[in-house]
């Protein structure tokens, strides 16, 4: 992207142009470009941009420490996304009793903060933990149903004079009609991202550890969480592509892996592949969206297809070990299923 078209990217832009980073080059670079970004308009950034761009980084550390495992990466992401938090709830007070824009947008990103250090707390795997988690998600999930309500009630006029206000030059009532449309649209995304994840993680908790959570007053519902990430997937949110790797990682992972479909192992195909084909045209060479092709095609039982596939995924994730491993095992695995054994023990042997 020329530097001239950078330099005119708002927060919103900027956000999706991280995520596409992420997932085509790495969480690093992606991070990275964000901290470039946020101080080269240090000055000129708005509180709720800020924001943005700070919940976008948070999203990326957060994906870094699910990958790496590392429990000082985990650590940091905590520390860091509680500072975000803060700055989200300061940022959602004031105003009369129907609540702004900015300021819904801010409650969505505070519950959000609230949901990442409960997923990351679980990872402590011990039953503290647990309990610490399950306050946090109870947590998180009384937001979101509190800011989907604030954004179900949010008045069309009241936000097209929010954006009016928030320009520098007068503009036509149909331009801000058109933004506070999309605006609109992003804030429900967004929300239902939130609401999406949250429920489809509790649906797959262990029954052991559910019970804490049910005693908290939360129940999971997996299909409304489905529903809810499939319509965030199909909008231009910079939350959307990690809901289609979230819905890619259910249909061809843990449905046949979790057995949740019965005997029926290719329950997700049709699913996953209309996310596939959604999301080729800007991930094609997306390490993590190659895999998951992997995983379709095996699921298939074209193991040459998923095997090319994996292959592309490893060349071009060579610095990004996680998936680099996660590939080679599931070559190896194609390598048994064909009864290629000595194949299969040199790619396994490499991961």
Known sequence: MAAS???????????????????????DQAEQYLVEKTSESANSLSDADRLKLNCTVAYVRFV???????EDA???TIKFVKSIEKSAESQTK????????????????????????????FTRMSFTSYIKAGFHLRSASKGYDKMLREVE???????????????????????????ASARYSTLKSSVTMGYGLLNLIMSLIPDKILVIIKLLGFSAKREA???????CSETSNMR???????????????????GLDGDNLTA?????????????????????????????????????????????SVALSEDQREIKHVNLYEIGFCHVTNLEWKKAAEEIGRA
């Open 5 to 27: 078209s950078e330099g005119d990217l708002g927060a919103d832009d900027r956000a999706k142009r991280a995520m596409d980073i992420m997932f085509t080059e790495g969480v």
């Open 153 to 179: 009630k949010l008045e069309p006029n009241a936000l097209e004079r929010e954006i009016a206000s928030s320009k520098k030059m007068n503009q036509s009532a149909m331009t801000c009609r058109r933004e």
């Open 240 to 258: 959307s592509p990690i809901a289609k790797l979230v819905l890619l990682w259910h249909h061809t992972v843990t449905r046949p892996s979790f």
């Open 94 to 121: 004031g105003g009369g009793a129907a609540k702004s824009g900015n300021q819904i947008e801010a409650g969505i990103v505070e519950a959000d903060c609230v949901l990442i250090r409960g997923m990351l707390t």
């Open 268 to 312: 997700g195909i049709d699913e996953a592949q209309k996310i596939m084909t959604q999301a080729s045209a800007v991930y094609q060479r997306s390490p993590l969206f190659l895999y998951f092709e992997g995983r379709l095609a095996y699921l298939r039982r074209d193991t040459e297809s998923a095997l090319k596939a994996f292959l592309q």
């Open 74 to 76: 985990i650590d940091e």
């Open 225 to 231: 969480a489905l529903k809810a990430l499939q319509f």
């Open 64 to 70: 870094k420490a699910l990958m790496t495992w590392d």
